[in-house]
Nanobody, 121 residues
């Protein structure tokens, strides 16, 4: 069992930056690939980024490539999402997930409750 708690969301102006964190409980954190997903109001949840178990591999949605960076610290059981050059269309609730190295929601086993990000224009 893995419990995930996101933090770091908030209100930011367009062009600004935020860093999201996701703290995981349990001793099996390094056994899972980790991902970030987001859900905007009235829209379906969508993939943002994923990182492999050893942080050697990453994959991003086209919409965030070059602006967002996913990273992890297995010693701290934490995964991060650095978000730069934020746009109003990045406004969403951001969810951390643990599972397979995949962009698919169905491949994730555990989910956090989310942290809201609002980007004002």
């Amino acid at each position: 069992q893995v419990q995930l708690v996101e933090s770091g969301g908030g209100l930011v102006q367009a062009g600004g930056s935020l860093r999201l964190s996701c703290a995981a409980s349990g001793r099996t954190f390094s056994s899972y690939a980790m991902g970030w997903f987001r859900q905007a109001p009235g829209k379906e949840r969508e993939f943002v980024a994923t990182i492999g178990r050893s942080a050697g591999t990453t994959y991003y949605a086209d919409s965030v490539k070059g602006r967002f960076t996913i990273s992890r610290d297995n010693a701290k059981n934490t995964v991060y999402l650095q978000m730069n050059s934020l746009k109003p269309e990045d406004t969403a609730v951001y969810y951390c997930a643990a599972g397979s190295y995949s962009a698919l929601i169905r491949d994730m086993n555990y989910w956090g409750k989310g942290t809201p990000v609002t980007v004002s224009s």
